[in-house]
């Protein structure tokens, strides 16, 4: 094997970025229902369908490994997100790589045009849906300047990823500045720095930026908002936490509870899974599968709670190489074995080198200063005082409420 063959790879960096500020205009009162969220502009594509299925499916399998990768640690990342890159990677490559890229993110069926058209119409059709939330899917492709790739690629990028494509040398210090520019404009300076340096050996990046940011459409007060322990794996923690009394959607089983806060207008929302007391998280989140997931979101009701959430503020940083080859996405990284040839005629040189994911979720209540002068006690609106008291590791949940696609998925097991 030469050494060309062994240095040659390509990088698919995947970043995304939520900012989630709990402030709106709306304040809970006596017998308000929860409205419902609004009507999609269109109806969901046949191949939509299949893509936020397939998508929704590869979320909770790598969430799950991840959660068992980083156990006592805290995760929040955007399946949605390394999934659309790696479509888009994709288009590049052939035989048994592909194939096992497929059943990795579970498009088995679903043809070549049907990801790019669906993922590109999918992503225009939530960016525009809520006024009041701010949704952003972007995707860059850099490739070498010496590297010769066919044009057929580069075209299915800009096309169905609207990825921003050229040609960058790579050995030049520049290139990271243009690179980390690209991405802090797509993030809007939430993370300006997404990479160090490039290797001058790599030949191609692809990069993805999903961003969120939302305002909570019934608000939490800051007045509200007393410092209280948290009981993680830290052990007991001193905490901000935040209070909210009125209606919210809710679920209760044996093994967990679930709200979900709506953003906006209400087509995306937060949803809080915590286990019940004496039930583990590691058990709480093998129950989140595409059908239990279903089961439990559809038997959401509306129910008059008082809510304590505390603040939390999670930045991830991971190479997911290892959790792809785990669940059988082995060639494509494997130099010789790849087959890459849709993308370059020296396709069978190259394999992928980096998948890595970098994101930010904040959740706070600044903004909106409410005018009482004092904190509220619970049931203070006269409903029954069932309380949810988010006081040991949950699991947060943002997704788009009508199509169904989950954007980002994560666990708080420490503050």
């Not at 709200?259 to 995306?268: R, T």
């Not at 930045?315 to 959790?323: A, I, N, Q, S």
């Not at 998948?355 to 005018?371: F, R, Y």
């Amino acid at each position: 094997m030469s050494s060309y063959l062994r240095r040659s790879a390509f990088s698919v960096v995947v970043f995304a970025c939520v900012a989630c500020a709990s402030h709106a205009d709306l304040q809970p009162g006596v017998g308000i229902t929860a409205p419902a969220p609004p009507a999609l502009p269109r109806s969901v594509t046949a191949g939509e369908q299949k893509i936020i299925a397939a998508s929704n499916d590869f979320s909770f399998r790598l969430f799950r490994q991840l959660a068992r990768s980083q156990a006592d640690s805290n995760v929040f990342a955007s399946p949605f997100g390394a999934s659309m890159a790696l479509g888009l990677a994709m288009n590049g490559t052939a035989g048994t790589t592909t194939d096992q890229m497929r059943s990795v993110l579970s498009l088995g069926g679903v043809s070549d045009s049907e990801v790019n058209e669906s993922y590109r119409s999918l992503v225009t059709l939530l960016t525009g849906f809520d006024p009041m939330a701010d949704f952003r899917a972007g995707n860059a492709l850099w490739y070498r300047n010496d590297f010769a790739v066919h044009q057929d690629f580069i075209d299915a990028g800009a096309r169905s990823y609207d990825a921003q494509v050229g040609a960058l040398d790579f050995a030049n210090s520049a290139a990271v500045q243009t690179i980390n520019a690209s991405m802090s404009t797509a993030t809007t300076g939430r993370i300006p720095t997404m990479l160090d340096r490039v290797d001058a050996s790599q030949t191609m990046l692809l990069l993805n930026a999903i961003y969120f940011r939302g305002t909570f459409r019934d608000r939490f007060d800051p007045l509200h908002t007393t410092a209280q322990p948290f009981y993680g794996q830290a052990g007991e923690q001193v905490t901000k936490m935040m209070y909210r009394v009125g209606p919210m959607s809710y679920f209760a089983s044996h093994e967990l509870e679930a709200v979900a806060l709506p953003f906006g207008s209400g087509a995306f929302a937060m949803t809080i899974v915590l286990p019940r007391a004496g039930k583990g998280l590691e058990a709480t989140i093998a129950l989140l599968q595409t059908s239990g997931w279903t089961q439990f979101s559809s038997q959401l009701r509306d129910v008059g709670m008082n809510l304590f959430l505390p603040r939390f503020r999670i930045l991830w940083d991971r190479t997911l190489k290892d959790d792809l080859v785990a669940f059988g996405m082995r060639e494509a990284f494997l130099p010789g074995a790849a087959d890459f040839t849709r993308m370059s005629t020296r396709g069978r040189e190259l394999s992928l080198g980096v998948v890595k994911q970098k994101t930010l979720i904040d959740i706070n209540e600044d903004g909106t200063v409410a005018a009482a002068t004092a904190p509220l006690a619970p049931s203070t609106f006269g409903f029954v005082p069932l309380v949810m008291r988010v006081e040991r590791p949950f699991i947060v949940v943002i997704h788009e409420r009508v199509s169904g696609t989950i954007v980002f998925m994560g666990k708080v097991v420490r503050m």
